[in-house]
Nanobody, 123 residues
């Protein structure tokens, strides 16, 4: 499966942004999807994940209440809504897919990755 992340840009603190991850190729439904981010000079970190059906989600503590992950299997898309953006949210955001059940927060748990979309938050 191929993934294409989009929706990043330059925004101000307090703004909202919706990132999209579009899948092509193999069927999308069997995969759980995660969003990660990587700030300059830092390791890639887990942000959020959604299960195959879209009925269950999981977030890292630092983004709970501001980030919302959702998916549309018919459209083969996963979204990450980011509200009340902070300067520390500045990073390249990646989507990735994996098989299996349970929540996975390590990059090595994910099989396919998109190319990333840059989010820059100014103060």
């Amino acid at each position: 499966v191929q993934l294409q992340a989009s929706g990043g840009g330059l925004v101000q603190a307090g703004d909202s942004l919706r990132l999209s991850c579009a899948a092509s190729g193999r069927t999308f439904g069997p995969y759980a999807v995660g969003w990660f981010r990587q700030a300059p000079g830092k390791e890639r970190e887990f942000v959020a994940a959604i299960n195959r059906s879209g009925g269950s989600t999981y977030y890292t503590d630092s983004v709970k209440g501001r980030f919302t992950i959702s998916r549309d299997n018919a459209e083969k898309k996963v979204y990450l809504q980011i509200d009340s953006l902070k300067t520390e949210d500045t990073a390249v955001y990646y989507c990735a897919v994996r098989w299996g059940v349970g929540w996975a927060t390590k990059p090595s748990d994910y099989a396919y990755w998109g190319q990333g979309t840059l989010v820059t938050v100014s103060s």
